[in-house]
């Protein structure tokens, strides 16, 4: 596609429950991205894609939160038994190749979970 | 930990004037980013800087900079209701030495008004 997408562009759960959110990077693009974007702050880095592996997790604030990009396209972040504290906008992003050579990454218009 | 500070945090601008917003980092880095968020929007990249002294324009924004200071400003010209949006510093860094991340400022609202 034209440039990167992500669904649902809103979702309202109760807490507890188990949510995912999807990635569509740009095609082409090895490199994927997942940052979380509190109100008022800015974003924030969780997780990072190179082709179907996760290259560095260490961004993700706990165990409840998990990630995967089976096919090295589209990526999914799951969250479990979601807290309040998870509402946030996540925001996806893609760069050409990444892998250290820290190219332009271009965002997604991201998934604004609120946690009732 | 590296931080990335801007400021101001919001600034409101006259239609017609210029301005100056600043992004300071804690760290060694020779490529910051800025982007741009409209409300409710995707981060949009406007400059990408790529070395101590470099300097971009587009339009009436100009970006700079200075790695030595560890700053980076962003210039608007005769500001336009056009350019009132959230604007971004991010800094990238290797983390943990197997991927990148962009740790960003908590960016600049920028209204401007007639």
């Known amino acids: 596609g034209a440039g990167v997408s992500q669904t649902p562009s809103n979702k309202v759960t109760e807490k507890g429950k188990y949510v995912e959110l999807r990635c569509d990077p740009i095609?082409?693009?090895?490199?994927l991205y997942w940052y979380r974007q509190s109100l008022g702050q800015g974003p924030e880095f969780l997780i990072y894609?190179?082709?179907?592996?996760?290259?560095?997790d260490s961004g993700l604030p706990n165990d409840r939160f998990f990630a995967v990009r089976p096919e090295g396209s589209v990526s999914t972040l799951k969250i479990q038994r979601t807290e309040r504290g998870d509402s946030a906008v996540y925001l996806c992003?893609?760069?050409?190749?990444?892998?250290?050579?820290?190219?332009?990454?271009?965002f997604g218009p991201g998934t604004r979970l609120l946690v009732l | 930990e590296l931080k990335v500070e801007q400021n101001p945090l919001f600034l409101s601008m006259q239609e017609g004037k210029n301005y100056t917003i600043y992004c300071n980092y804690s760290?060694?880095?020779?490529?910051l980013y800025w982007y741009r968020q409209d409300p409710g929007k995707s981060l949009e990249s406007l400059f990408v800087?790529?070395?101590?002294?470099a300097v971009k324009q587009e339009g009436r924004l100009m970006a700079s900079l200075d790695t030595k200071a560890r700053l980076s400003t962003l210039h608007i010209t005769a500001a336009v209701h056009d350019l009132s949006a959230t604007y971004f510093c991010?800094?990238?860094?290797?983390?943990?030495?197997?991927?990148?991340?962009?740790?960003f400022g908590k960016g600049t609202t920028l209204s401007v008004s007639s």
């Open positions: 992003a893609s760069s050409l190749s990444g892998g250290g050579t820290r190219e332009t990454q271009y």
């Open positions: 095609s082409g693009h090895t490199a």
């Open positions: 894609f190179q082709g179907t592996g996760a290259a560095d």
């Open positions: 760290t060694t880095s020779d490529r």
């Open positions: 800087l790529l070395s101590n002294g």
């Open positions: 991010a800094v990238d860094i290797y983390y943990n030495q197997a991927g990148t991340a962009l740790i």
